[in-house]
């Protein structure tokens, strides 16, 4: 779907230097690794994208160099600590306006830990999961409520070093961080 938030987070992947083409109705976005990604040259304003919101700040967690996201006034009112919290546990450093956007996110070598997810949230694990693709060691993330698989799904198809185990109505998902992954069509 061409949405607004789609286009949101398709610019701010360009911003960070993502060469991302259009043609026959696809998208090519040519990748070139874990620490690829460039700082931006400015804010990145992801409009009411809470989706985007949250797992871009897992994913910039990670990097070599600081960002700011930004929103629209309905998005700057929305929750944040949901994600900022649990990656703090990381060692991640992120500085919110009362818990809300905007969020500034000091790119840091992160730390594998063990997160217990009480709030069931796909995009809360999905954020936590994009932090762990470049944390070295092994990250363990209990869903104490099982949620969306859809980030587990595509990481396995990418390669990631991730390994799923559902346990009555718990999931325990592994993760080690730093394995490069492999080009995919979807």
């Given at each position: 779907?061409?949405?607004e938030d789609?286009?949101?987070?398709l610019?701010a992947?360009?911003?960070?230097?993502?060469?991302?083409?259009e043609?026959?109705n696809?998208?090519?976005i040519?990748g070139?690794?874990?620490?690829?990604?460039?700082?931006?040259?400015g804010k990145i304003?992801l409009?009411?994208s809470g989706?985007?919101?949250r797992?871009?700040?897992g994913l910039l967690s990670?990097q070599?160099?600081?960002?700011?996201?930004?929103?629209d006034?309905?998005?700057?009112?929305?929750?944040m600590?949901?994600?900022?919290?649990?990656?703090?546990?990381?060692?991640?450093?992120?500085?919110?306006?009362?818990?809300?956007?905007?969020?500034?996110?000091e790119?840091?070598?992160l730390?594998?830990t063990?997160?217990?997810?009480?709030?069931?949230s796909a995009q809360?694990k999905?954020?936590l999961?994009?932090?762990?693709?470049?944390?070295k060691g092994e990250?363990?993330?209990?869903?104490?409520?099982?949620?969306r698989d859809?980030?587990e799904?595509?990481?396995?198809?990418?390669?990631?070093?991730?390994e799923?185990?559902?346990?009555d109505n718990?999931?325990l998902?592994?993760?080690?961080g730093?394995?490069?992954?492999?080009?995919?069509?979807?």
């Amino acid at each position: 779907l061409k949405s607004e938030d789609v286009l949101h987070t398709l610019n701010a992947f360009k911003s960070m230097g993502v060469k991302i083409e259009e043609s026959n109705n696809k998208l090519i976005i040519l990748g070139k690794g874990l620490n690829s990604l460039k700082k931006p040259k400015g804010k990145i304003y992801l409009g009411n994208s809470g989706t985007s919101a949250r797992l871009l700040t897992g994913l910039l967690s990670s990097q070599k160099f600081d960002t700011v996201l930004t929103g629209d006034k309905s998005l700057s009112s929305r929750p944040m600590r949901r994600i900022s919290d649990p990656l703090s546990k990381m060692n991640a450093k992120i500085n919110s306006s009362n818990g809300r956007l905007p969020l500034k996110i000091e790119g840091s070598e992160l730390k594998c830990t063990k997160i217990d997810l009480d709030i069931p949230s796909a995009q809360i694990k999905s954020g936590l999961l994009l932090a762990s693709l470049n944390t070295k060691g092994e990250t363990i993330i209990t869903e104490n409520k099982i949620t969306r698989d859809h980030t587990e799904v595509m990481l396995k198809s990418f390669g990631a070093n991730i390994e799923i185990k559902k346990l009555d109505n718990k999931k325990l998902i592994k993760i080690i961080g730093g394995k490069e992954l492999i080009s995919k069509n979807i």
